[in-house]
């Protein structure tokens, strides 16, 4: 499932227009995005929750030339899937 599939389906199941649809769904993600720009974590209970990884910086390779690279630190999303949702999945 995409976004698109997503506003769709919503659309489809609540009885809106496409258009509020996808006004829901960006504010949603919008403030996902905002939470996690700004260090937070966020659970959904039965679902998952995101959270923020930092990661220090390291020598890696090139695996085309082998050349030693200097890796900058960085952040990523990460999703820890819920107990509930991985159950649901494995039936």
């Known amino acids: ?5 997503l506003i769709k389906l919503l659309a489809e199941k609540s009885n809106i227009k496409k258009e509020h649809a996808e006004e829901i769904v960006d504010l949603v993600f919008d ?7 700004n260090g937070g974590r966020i659970e959904i209970r039965g679902f998952g ?3 923020v990884r ?4 390291y020598k890696g390779r090139n695996p ?3 050349k030693a690279v200097a890796v900058k630190p960085k952040r990523a999303a990460f999703f820890k899937v819920g107990r509930e ?3 649901m999945v494995d039936s």
């Open 1 to 5: 499932m995409n976004k698109s599939d």
């Open 31 to 37: 403030g996902f995005t905002s939470a996690l720009k």
């Open 49 to 51: 929750s995101f959270s």
């Open 54 to 57: 930092e990661y220090k910086a």
């Open 64 to 66: 085309k030339t082998g």
């Open 85 to 87: 949702l991985k159950k």
